[in-house]
């Protein structure tokens, strides 16, 4: 399992970014992939996942800001960041876990593959 997560950058504060989560090795399919954070001091945070079958969490913080979604003929992941916020700067990090049907996983315990991470920083 491999996954390959690109996309991040320095943008403005109300900026948008899309970060992709590159899928290989499994299939889609079984799999819950999330979006986690780590800003510098500050521990790991779920962001947002999504479920087998589409369901989708989002942190309270990003909501109706970001969207996530999932583009299975590719095997990626999408997490696009709209009115992005200096407090969204962080070291953005993909993963994968096997999961069921309908099941979200908020929380980073549980996830078996990690992609490197992509670093977003949104200037003031």
């Known amino acids: 399992v491999q996954l390959q997560a690109s996309g991040g950058g320095l943008v403005q504060a109300g900026g948008s970014l899309r970060l992709s989560c590159a899928a290989s090795?499994?299939?889609?399919?079984?799999?819950?992939i999330g979006w986690f954070r780590q800003a510098p001091g500050k521990e790991r945070e779920g962001v947002s996942c999504i479920s087998r079958d589409e369901s989708t969490y989002y942190l309270d913080s990003v909501k109706g800001r970001f969207t996530i979604s999932s583009d299975n003929t590719k095997n990626t992941v999408y997490l696009q960041m709209n009115s992005l916020k200096p407090e969204d700067t962080a070291v953005y990090y993909c993963?994968?876990?096997?999961?069921?049907?309908?099941?979200?996983?908020?929380?980073?315990?549980?996830?078996?593959?990690w992609g490197q991470g992509t670093l977003v920083t949104v200037s003031s």
């Open positions: 090795g499994f299939t889609r399919d079984d799999y819950a």
């Open positions: 993963a994968a876990r096997v999961s069921v049907a309908g099941a979200i996983h908020s929380a980073a315990y549980g996830y078996t593959d």
